[in-house]
């Protein structure tokens, strides 16, 4: 039954369940897909709603650290203090650029004025923690990333302590931290920008104490968003403002309903289009065909598109 449902699947989604089987067979005459679970993502044309087998997993306390448990990969500190986050969602307006570093900074204690955020890359380590492919959608950002982003705050700031009793020859349960800062019980005081190299030295403890909610300064307290500034003054960089040499964009034109053919294609009206490269037939989902437009800039890519013969 499920074999089955699995050709109903996005291809992404087929070959990333076919990679998992392999790496984890199961027993002969087990089930092959031992755990369900609705998978909620937003698409083009709405909200899709689809029962996703995904396999189970064991774990130990034992195992290493997985590249999205590992701060490394999240957080970089500057010998002023500033703080960068890098964040494993797309940002749809929907604050997340926001929300996950101060998820992290609350536990890290770091000083909010000096925190920034940055966009992951399709590293592994900026996959959903969940799901393990990079996904924007469904409501899962916070859902899925609370824990994992205040896990790493968390361990960046043991490291720090660490590399704070480390210079200091102390104890590091009898350090403390706040807004920047690790605290030795004399009144010493060493910035997380003193701190940051010897730091990321330390060992990356696998468990980590996290604070008490009533402790939080950050999470649930009016906060300013990190990319206010440079959405209302039009200085944001989004994808279709990437400019790169050589560079070209590709519209696809798509059929009206499902596995539709193309009987022929007129592309002489968009080919009229200045800036129009190519007009290809592509194959799109479910066996349907489309119509991609290439062109030296958005715009003419789009022209290109709405043209008709």
Same mark, same amino acid.
Do not use: C
């Given at each position: 039954?499920?074999?089955?449902?699995?050709?109903?699947?996005?291809?992404?989604?087929?070959?990333?369940?076919?990679?998992?089987?392999?790496?984890?067979?199961?027993?002969?005459?087990?089930?092959?897909?031992?755990? @369900?679970?609705? +998978?909620?993502? %937003?698409? /083009?044309?709405?909200?899709? #709603?689809?029962?996703?087998? !995904?396999?189970? &997993?064991?774990?130990?306390?034992?195992?290493?650290?997985?590249?999205?448990?590992?701060?490394?990969?999240?957080?970089?500190?500057?010998?002023?203090?500033?703080?960068?986050?890098?964040?494993?969602?797309?940002?749809?307006?929907?604050?997340?650029?926001?929300?996950?570093?101060?998820?992290?900074?609350?536990?890290?204690?770091?000083?909010?004025?000096?925190?920034?955020?940055?966009?992951?890359?399709?590293?592994?380590?900026?996959?959903?923690?969940?799901?393990?492919?990079?996904?924007?959608?469904?409501?899962?950002?916070?859902?899925?990333?609370?824990?994992?982003?205040?896990?790493?705050?968390?361990?960046? @700031?043991?490291? +720090?302590?660490? %590399?704070? /009793?480390?210079?200091?020859? #102390?104890?590091?349960?009898? !350090?403390?931290? &706040?807004?920047?800062?690790?605290?030795?019980?004399?009144?010493?005081?060493?910035?997380?920008?003193?701190?940051?190299?010897?730091?990321?030295?330390?060992?990356?403890?696998?468990?980590?104490?996290?604070?008490?909610?009533?402790?939080?300064?950050?999470?649930?307290?009016?906060?300013?968003?990190?990319?206010?500034?440079?959405?209302?003054?039009?200085?944001?960089?989004?994808?279709?403002?990437?400019?790169?040499?050589?560079?070209?964009?590709?519209?696809?034109?798509?059929?009206?309903?499902?596995?539709?053919?193309?009987?022929?294609?007129?592309?002489?009206?968009?080919?009229?289009?200045?800036?129009?490269?190519?007009?290809?037939?592509?194959?799109?989902?479910?066996?349907?065909?489309?119509?991609?437009?290439?062109?030296?800039?958005?715009?003419?890519?789009?022209?290109?598109?709405?043209?008709?013969?």
């Amino acid at each position: 039954m499920w074999h089955d449902a699995l050709h109903e699947l996005p291809p992404a989604l087929r070959h990333l369940l076919a990679r998992q089987a392999e790496a984890a067979p199961v027993a002969e005459g087990s089930a092959a897909w031992p755990r @369900r679970s609705f +998978l909620k993502m %937003a698409v /083009a044309s709405g909200f899709a #709603l689809g029962a996703y087998p !995904l396999l189970a &997993q064991t774990s130990s306390e034992a195992a290493p650290l997985k590249p999205t448990q590992q701060p490394s990969a999240f957080v970089r500190i500057d010998s002023d203090g500033t703080v960068t986050v890098t964040v494993n969602r797309l940002e749809f307006g929907q604050g997340v650029h926001t929300a996950l570093p101060m998820i992290l900074a609350e536990e890290l204690d770091a000083d909010w004025s000096r925190v920034r955020s940055q966009l992951g890359s399709n590293d592994p380590a900026y996959a959903d923690p969940l799901w393990g492919m990079h996904l924007t959608g469904g409501s899962t950002s916070i859902k899925h990333s609370f824990m994992q982003y205040r896990e790493l705050g968390a361990r960046a @700031r043991a490291m +720090l302590v660490a %590399a704070a /009793a480390a210079r200091w020859r #102390l104890d590091p349960a009898g !350090l403390r931290t &706040q807004a920047g800062f690790v605290i030795a019980a004399d009144g010493r005081r060493l910035s997380y920008g003193e701190l940051a190299q010897e730091a990321m030295a330390q060992p990356v403890p696998p468990q980590v104490r996290l604070k008490d909610p009533a402790q939080f300064r950050l999470i649930g307290r009016p906060t300013t968003r990190l990319d206010a500034r440079a959405k209302s003054s039009g200085q944001q960089v989004f994808g279709i403002d990437v400019r790169l040499p050589g560079q070209w964009t590709a519209l696809i034109a798509r059929p009206p309903v499902f596995g539709a053919k193309l009987r022929t294609v007129d592309d002489a009206a968009a080919r009229a289009v200045k800036g129009v490269k190519a007009v290809l037939r592509v194959p799109l989902d479910r066996g349907a065909e489309g119509v991609a437009v290439i062109a030296d800039g958005y715009w003419p890519a789009k022209q290109g598109r709405g043209a008709r013969p």
